[in-house]
């Protein structure tokens, strides 16, 4: 049978044909070595330009200082989970991995480890620039074997942002500072009572608000129901999670107050996953809202060309520190994330990436950055110079923030507790669940999470 | 020889479905077996059956299955299905211009896009929406639907999106039975409903099996029209399976639990194809 052979090698052949069809697809223009990828986070408010354009001036620098060399951009376009998402298959594959992206401090330790990122500090240690940025904003970029992976590009904390001609009307103090969550739940009875068209107070919760829900929400509360220098959510010493904690169970109670007396916005609406974007672009603005417990990012949706100018905002609204729980020590609380320039384990060009870095880190662009998208300085020579300070209101309130305020464990598991927590959240905001109920489902939730790195406390 | 010459020419086809559509089914049924997660782990391995047992004691995984179930049953087999055949037998009786009205308005919600109809949808529902709006007219209690039955209102909204596919269906099913028939049954004194129940469906029984499989599988696969209404929220109120598996698997990070999960939506999937297909089998 001479034939058999013959056919067997056709079947060969076409497999090899397909397989390298197949593999032309995939490759694509990946490889130009004189071309720079830049994949970041793109607003999906279409009227929100600011990364845009701030990035469209640094491409225009780069490709002058470098003659020769391209910038490309791979804007994606989604909500923070999704655009992680979207980022992680990214970073599986070379044919896909851009050459720097734009890193959120939350998920960073957990991309380490997957090992989708590169460390950065052979070419740190040829940078003069590194010195200048604060010790805190490096040991958020750093991996569990102390080398770092990204390069923050400012950070920020969170308050309590107020209508003043809601607390007018409502006979509070024009200038208020809040000593303990008390003070806070009153005012918004208060608001309640007096001024009853508006919500009196927004604390973000449950699954749909996502990482906002655990951040400007549980963890401003959480964070100020001990002592201020322990970590209530991760035990550093054991590293072990901390499960079934009094402090959990309060700052769930505050939250189940909140919705339960209506001193909160509408149940459906703080569960309707763009509430968010509602608050800044319309209850805010609009005088419809009494306290916000926010982040310091907020005025860069009111800034001239965003869409949505507001610039009387200053003059509109007061900003008040967070209290802790009973105004113990240090009496303020706030919780600081931010996000990170990172070059991929498997970027094509990372030498020509960390160039992009430093055109955009370089003072004056540094500076520009952080007025721009409303960012607290990471960098101690923009930080002192008044210039920045005076930029715009609000922002020597939120940078002297920084002293008290507090980082997430961003450990790997982080992201699944965060879940957990938004989940137990969800729970008392509906009335699905007592605090008790939502306390033991989380602590059930934190062992499955975490593969039983659990330590009650 | 001649086998060989006879198969060379789908060779090619055959080369291309096992490398476009084997290969990948194949390997998301290798990855339900390990532990891949998308960030947070350095390397993968094999665990067995392990997702599999964490999903059936897993409490939300069983609430997406009932919910599962129930959005299938109530949008696909009692809604788009029934309204389907009503829609068809109504339009062959129906004048020419009521009947291509008609047909272009249900045709037109299966033509828009799944996240344009979630939206539509939604701006229907949500509490300042539109049928709200008709209540309050009518002096009638308002509420948010979406918040307070939000399985009903996506179901709703597949109805309100699929029909158009049952209709169709119908429509040429319904086409295909000869005049005499039904005429001669009307001589013999046979009312509507008789001749219903005794001719027309026994006739189209083929169709409905078809049909009923076709819109069992296509709503078993809905995602987008619930993730743009709901999020499968409030409190996982309306997470049916798909949405369970995205969140699990991309937003938990846990592709391997997640692959698990659609493996087992592929398997409710089968089990209704399975009795369909017996349907067909038996001739009238």
Redesign the interface.
Known sequence: MP??PT?AR??IV??LA??TA?TACGSGSGDDPDTVKVSFKQSTDNNIKVMDNFLADIKEEFEKKYPGKKVEFIPIKAPD??Y??KL??MLRSPKTAPDLVYEDTF?I???I????LKPLDDYLANWPDWNQFIDTAKEAAKGENGKTYGVPDGTDTRGLWYDKAIFKKAGLPATWQPKTWDDVLDAARTIKEKVPDVTPLNVYT???AGEAATMQGFEMLLYGTNDGKTDPLYDSSSKKWIAGSQGFRDALTFVETVYKEKLGP????A?D?NFGTRVRGELLPQGKLGIDLDGSWLPQDWLEGSGHEWPQWSQKLGLAAMPTQHGQAPGKVSMSGGWTWAIPDKAANPDLAFDFIKTMQTKANAQKWYVANSGIAVREDVANDPAYAEAQPGIKFFTDLVASTHYRPAY??Y??VS?AIQEAM??VT?G?ASVEEAAKNYDEELKTATDDQVIEK | MRTIIRVLPVTPAVVLLLLFLAGPIAYCAYIAFTDLQLTGQAEESFIGFENFRTAFGDEAFLNAVWLTLVFTVVSALIGQNTLGLALAALMQRASKPVRTLTGGIVIAAWVLPEVVAGFLLYAFFRREGTLNAILDWLHLPSQNWLFTLPILAVSFANVWRGTAFSMLVYSAALNEIPKEITEAAEVDGAGGWRRMWHITLPMIRRSIGTNLMLITLQTLSVFGLIWVMTRGGPGGKSQTLPLFMYEEAFQKSMIGYGTAVALLLLVVGSLFSAVYLRLLRTEV
Request: glycine content about 8%; hydrophobic content about 25%.
């Open positions: 034939v058999r056919a056709i079947t076409l497999t397909a397989a197949l989970s999704e992680y998402t992680q298959q998920l330790n957990s991309d480890t997957s090992g989708y449950g699954k749909p509408d149940v459906s609406d569960l996953p790997p598991a992201p699944k879940t969800e729970g509906t699905d």
